[in-house]
């Protein structure tokens, strides 16, 4: 049975869905939580974002959102419209903020029953979860609520919210839960941390912009400790650096110079391989740093 008390206590968690991969339109989006069978107590954040084409789904999960292992796989699988019944499999990781090795991380396996059409559809059932080397890792259930359901619950507290007499005017004017919410999508890097993408491609595209008001944000950048961008002030016109990748970790170090006139150093970026899009922004105060490793596939 679908525990609703959980699921709220995620909701903000959730609905702060992060915007770092670009892709073509998703169709399906579920979100809830995952429970591991030797540690029932404990929850974790987890949503799954697919399209499905004539049987076969493609899409992505996200586990730990939020939190210090979060991390972003590839999803493939099937579904059967006469059984109404969903598998699928987490692939590879496209990034994470955990500093596990990533041998050591489990793969879900996953079979249910679910009608795609129905836009208040649940996902529930047990999954199973694998090694990359194919040997038997954890086991728990899956809890899942389509996105649908908590756009439409978002849109009725802000209407409470406008309607309420207890609430002042202004209070009324500067609160917007689904604007807050949408703010929330951005990707931070904040102080001392590490974000960790795996590509294939021979080199990468870093942008650096300011996507506010320009107020002198500056920042140097190292590529495995060699300094490669100095002093350079964030302006709203992109700045491009086209890098050539080595095999195996590629350290980027972002370093916060100063805070600008507004506080703290939030420089936008973006990342480019072959077929995709990162995007995500600095959250520094002055000397703080954050990293991103990009990791260069055989």
């Known amino acids: 049975m679908f525990n609703y008390k959980s699921f709220l206590f995620f909701l903000v968690c959730f609905t702060a869905t992060v915007n770092l991969l670009s892709q073509k339109s998703i169709a399906y989006e579920f979100i809830g939580s995952l429970a591991l069978n030797n540690h029932p107590e ?8 697919f399209n499905e084409d004539d049987g076969v789904i493609s899409g992505y999960s996200l586990t730990d959102f939020l939190g210090a292992h979060e991390t972003k796989n590839k999803i493939l699988g099937t579904y059967d419209r006469k059984s109404k019944t969903i598998t699928f499999e987490e692939k590879e990781i496209i990034y994470t903020k955990s500093d596990f090795n990533p041998d050591s991380f489990c793969n879900i396996h996953f079979e249910g029953a679910i009608k795609l059409r129905d836009k208040v559809s649940k996902l529930t059932g047990d999954f199973e979860s694998y090694y990359p080397n194919g040997n038997s890792c954890l086991k728990g259930g899956l809890n899942l609520i389509n996105k649908f ?14 309607k309420s007499k207890k609430v002042d005017e202004q209070t009324k004017r500067e609160v917007n839960v689904r604007k807050l919410l949408a703010d929330m999508k951005i990707n931070k890097l904040s102080s001392n941390e590490n974000l960790t993408l795996f590509t294939a491609s021979d080199s990468i595209e870093i942008n650096f912009w300011d996507n506010g008001k320009e107020d002198g944000d500056k920042i140097n950048l190292f590529h495995n400790g060699k300094l490669i961008l100095m002093n350079y002030e964030v302006m709203n016109a992109k700045k491009y650096l086209s890098l050539k990748l080595v095999t195996g970790k590629n350290e980027f170090k972002l370093v916060a110079l100063n805070e600008g006139e507004l506080s703290p150093n939030t420089p936008k970026i973006e990342l480019i391989d072959e077929n995709r899009v990162f995007e995500m922004q600095g959250d520094l105060k002055i000397k703080e740093y954050s990293i991103i490793t990009v990791i260069k596939k055989l």
């Open 149 to 162: 359901k908590i756009d439409n619950l978002i849109a009725k507290i802000d209407e409470r919210i406008q």
């Open 42 to 49: 404990t929850l974790i954040t987890f949503e799954l974002a």
